[in-house]
């Protein structure tokens, strides 16, 4: 518990470059730069096999193979490809890792659509583009938030990693500390990331109270 | 033998077994081990936690949300605060890894119990099963596919995760990654990510050829 206190009380580490708001804050850039990036790319592709069913075969082969690789492999195989005078050596991996699971998510939100609601939309005279928007990502939102915050828990974890190639971010007091043995550092730096990795989770879970339907998250009964 | 840098063959030849403390055979074991034992102690904790929940419904909300905030948790710095409790051991790398994989086989076995039709279930009583040969006999085997694909998920994020291991200094593969790094030298990295992609492929192989052989009747089925 001394620990605690060690690293909570001591003023150096509030203020500076290396302080706990600094790092929190470059922890929350990376993670944020990394999930958008990872949104912008698998979202609308998601969207875009699911509703028209093909090339679902990328998907399931792109989901395998992110599950498989390693992620400090990958941050240490692009900082030796590409230098460390950029971010990008690390966002690349971290948006390689995040893609798969909201692609997957939110194919398979789309594709389980109740294929005669599908065809009840097209019947109501909804063309492709509209069925897709105002029906099927509505019903499948439950599923596709379920990606994102697969997504952001896989980003927050890859992120401390990454603190291990130079990067700053919360990883930095873990890292830092276990090579110099500062285990103040190491179990004050860890909580911070758990307490970090758990609000992630909570606002996720209070984003799909507010943006699911209530009829989909069946809060209302409709029968 | 040239004089420049070694190529990537070059370097699995020299550093495949040194008969040291670090060749890459070595890591090997080392990650098989530490991959294997939390799929395996998963797996086994799994099945009652998830029987429990299906028999007390009540129970499983809460053992769902529970696990569901453990999968979230990050595994270095809940490798680092382990350190204080099972010091610096494989053990570290192990506890976790094994509650990652209970995370995704609890609901596995309850969605896979719960697949069992009614009448299934229902005829299985008629003809008398005491409930323990309804379990093994029937309800167990028609939720084997379930848990095996999640089995395949935890097989091959295992193995992938145990790579961070090597930041504590533990072994496995991921020291391949470290030592590149101390070192840079991109050789072993790659070599590194090659053997665990190819580690990961070769489990999820023999699940699948697992569930061929552990249920027959899906392909009688769809070939009927």
Redo the contacts between chains.
Sequence with gaps: MTWLSDFFGDPANWSGPGGIPMRLLEHLEFSALALLLATLIALPLGLLIGHTGRGGLIVVVSANLSRALPTLGLLVMFVLLLGTASIWPVIIPLVLLSVPPILVNTFEGIRGVDPELRDAAYGMGLRGGQVLLRVLVPVALPLILLGLRLSAIQVVATTTVAAYTGLGGLGRFVIDGFATKDYASVVGGSLLIVLFALVVQLGFTLAQRVTVSPGVSRRLKTR | MNDGPPTIWEWIARNWDTGRVGSVKDLLGDHLVMSLVPIVAGLLLALPLGLASVRWRWLYQPTAGIFN?I????????F??L??VTGLSKTTVIIPLTFYAMAVLIPAVVDGLGSVPDHVRQSAVAMGFTPLRRLVQVELPIATPVVLAGLR?VA??S???V??G???GQGG??M???R??QN???PP??V??VL??AL??VA?GLLVLAQRLLTPWVRARRTS
């Design positions: 905030i999968y979230a948790l990050p595994s270095l710095p809940i680092m605060l350190i204080s998920v091959v994020s193995i992938s995760l790579s961070v090597a930041l504590i593969l991921g391949l990654f470290t590149a790094y840079p030298f991109m990295v790659v590194g990510i665990i992609v990961a492929l999820d």
